[in-house]
């Protein structure tokens, strides 16, 4: 059974950073992708960043340059950086996997966390 627990979320003030993470069991392909996504609240999921197998990467102009994503293989685990945080970037965070690369732009056809909230301050 694929498991995907999402955890590092918090409140902050604009400005600083949080390290989510995105831990990831009974998923075993040499090929997959994996994404971050996040919602307001009464609004549509936004997919926000991207990184498969082969080491591609992609993130939304919304986040671009202030946010960075990677994989630890060995502990089967993405995490994604968030720098500089604004007010606007509060929402739910929600990680993403599927064992075939490229599926969705942000790799969001495929398994699901249940989510991390971050919340920034001004």
């Known amino acids: 059974q694929v498991r995907l627990v999402e955890s590092g979320g918090g409140s902050v003030q604009s400005g600083e950073s949080l390290r989510l993470s995105c831990e990831v069991s009974g998923f075993f392909h040499s090929s997959y992708c994996m994404g971050w996504s996040r919602q307001v609240s009464g609004k549509e999921r936004e997919g926000i960043a991207y990184?498969?197998?082969?080491?591609?990467?992609r993130f939304a102009n919304t986040v671009k340059g202030r946010f960075s994503i990677s994989l630890d293989d060995a502990k089967k685990t993405m995490y994604l950086e968030l720098n500089n945080l604004k007010p606007e970037d509060t929402a739910m965070y929600y990680c993403?996997?599927?064992?075939?690369?490229?599926?969705?732009?942000?790799?969001?056809?495929?398994?699901w966390g249940q989510g991390t909230q971050v919340t920034v301050s001004s």
């Open positions: 993403s996997a599927d064992p075939v690369a490229d599926s969705g732009y942000y790799c969001d056809r495929g398994y």
């Open positions: 990184i498969d197998s082969d080491g591609n990467t």
